[in-house]
């Protein structure tokens, strides 16, 4: 059985006292919500007072991007995975798309993030998804397959515990666009079937795959409806607390 993950990912949006708020708000929200994983992926600087109003509560924290060294060095405006273990994370978001488009992440730096991640006991949602273009011309499958299998290169099956695939089709993060629910199973379908071959039959069974790209209140219950959708990766609408909760309570 895979347990339902619903993380929010806030992007550069809201000054500290915001965050904050609007973590109280959420955790308020869906106290009760025992299905499934909650997460909220604040920026850094309300990483920790997030976390530390949080604790204790079903609302898990993440970070939204990590530095590919494992070891503290002269990285100016780097931040260590172990950094954001030591503020109260449990998670990092890795190889979002707007990072791969806009600040020249690549299939390897997804790849060492994702290690010095697990190096230091965090869970990584790694990110993947086709774009527009890339669908179009009908290479969305190898285009996935790709950034799948770099950004795991070289994990162990045990390593895999500790991943959660987040598919956003890159035409439908922010635009309103959603992949059809078939689209989306036909693609989680897809990985799952990647990660039994690469990896092994039972990890590809456990691995969550989250689908990311425009989900809110109004469709996700018929995307988590889909066999191998075991989540949403959640942007605009997270960013209030009750749209969010709404999406977490989708039962
Ligand atoms: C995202 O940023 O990961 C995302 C899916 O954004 P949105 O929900 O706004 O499309």
Redesign the pocket.
Known sequence: MRKPVIAG?W?MYKLHDEAVNTALELKNQVANATHCEVIIAPVFTALKTVADRTEGSNVNVAAQDCSTHTEHSANTGEVCADMIKDVGASHI?IG???RRQFYGETDESVNEKTKACLYFGLTAIV?VGESLAERESGNAQTVVKTQLNGALKGLTVSDMERIII?Y?PVW?????K?ATPEQAQEMHAFIRGVLAETQSEESAENTRILY?????PANVRELMSENDIDG???????LDATSFAQIVNYK
């Open positions: 990912n992007k978001i979002h798309s707007e990110c987040a956003e439908a993060i922010g635009t309103g959603t990311g790209g425009s989900v809110k949403a990766l959640v942007g605009g609408a997270s």
